[in-house]
């Protein structure tokens, strides 16, 4: 079965900011935006670039090399190069702690 990974207390990931855990030994981009945390795997589905640090706006993370974007909660590419989904991760509160596991 599965574990969680602990990201660490929720205020250690203000709104706008981003963290990398390694799930089941997957780099995952977690992300807070508008009040939500948000986990998908850290890989560009295009030309396997790190999402990492790219620009995260409407709901979406932008990939810094080529320009592709997909929506933080389902993974869907939604501008062009990528056309494959990125993998996506439940998040989880739990006693101010904020925790990734995969679906």
Known sequence: MSERVLVGPVEALPEGGQTQVSVEGVSVVVVQFEGQFYALRNNC???DYPLLGGEV???RITCEKHGA???LAT???RALPAVKPVRVYR???EAGQLYV???
Request: glycine share 12%; net charge positive.
């Open 75 to 77: 993974g869907k590419p």
């Open 57 to 59: 706006s409407a709901g």
């Open 69 to 71: 974007r997909f929506e």
């Open 45 to 47: 589905t295009h030309k």
């Open 101 to 103: 596991c995969p679906l």
């Open 91 to 93: 998040t989880e509160v």
